[in-house]
């Protein structure tokens, strides 16, 4: 499925409400989702990825009313070692953290435990960053992302859990815009495979009211017709 940008972010917000999320973590997530999708193609692997391990492993980070899932919690833990009672940190939950502790909270090497996904805290940090001219870099066990200003660089592999992640700040400006490098191209379309797109839209569908016999017989215009 080729799907415009606020499609994209409309459908993946659904599948984050289906799989029990509140309103306001949900549209921090499609906000996200739909941020990274901009520049980085691989942003429906991860949210489906994302999704199927919340699934699969019973994770009370898909209970919105968990106290792992709240911002509030995590951003009273030390900034050195962030870490939470359930299999593995929400980056959605991380990101909103970071951004509602303001920038100070990467003025040191921040330290995460396991955390899901962490492509998905690039577009919190590149937030987060702003106008600032200083680089921030997100390392996982397999691979990296670098966020500057109109730029996400990632490089290496992706991993559904990291064990450990650091997000760490280096001042002054970014060396490959300094040579000369554009900011990383932007796209107005999402690729969805047709086996993430169904994925999704499960998800998505749970949130559905179900069909019943009266809201079927008041389907449609019936006898009469106005045009």
């Known amino acids: 499925m080729n799907l415009s940008l606020d499609e994209y972010r409309a459908l993946v917000a659904k599948a984050f409400r289906g799989v029990g999320y509140s309103w306001g973590l949900t549209e921090d997530a499609s906000w996200a989702a739909r941020r990274l999708a901009e520049v980085d193609a691989q942003s429906p692997a991860a949210v ?8 699969q492993s019973g994770s009370p980070m898909a209970d919105h009313e968990s106290p792992a899932t709240t911002s509030a919690v995590l951003s009273r833990m030390p900034a050195a070692d962030w870490t939470c009672t359930a299999d593995a940190l929400c980056p959605v939950c991380v990101g909103t953290a970071l951004l509602d502790s303001g920038r100070s909270a990467l003025d040191e090497r921040l330290t995460l435990g396991p955390t899901l996904t ?27 992302c670098r966020v500057s200003q109109g730029s996400l660089v990632f ?3 992706r991993s559904v ?40 839209e499960a998800l998505a569908h ?22």
Do not use: H
């Open 48 to 55: 489906v990825a994302m999704l199927d391990y919340l699934e």
């Open 118 to 144: 962490a492509e998905l805290l690039a577009p919190f940090c590149a937030q987060l960053l702003g106008s600032d001219p200083a680089v921030l870099t997100i390392d996982w066990e397999s691979g990296d």
């Open 155 to 157: 490089s290496g592999n």
């Open 161 to 200: 859990v990291a064990p450990t992640v650091t997000i760490s700040k280096r001042m002054g400006s970014d060396p490959a815009r300094d040579a000369g490098s554009d900011p990383t191209p932007r796209t107005s379309r999402v690729v969805v495979e047709p086996l993430q797109f169904q994925r999704l």
């Open 206 to 227: 749970r949130i559905y009211a179900p069909a019943t016999e009266e809201s079927r017989a008041g389907a449609g215009a019936g006898t009469t017709d106005n045009d």
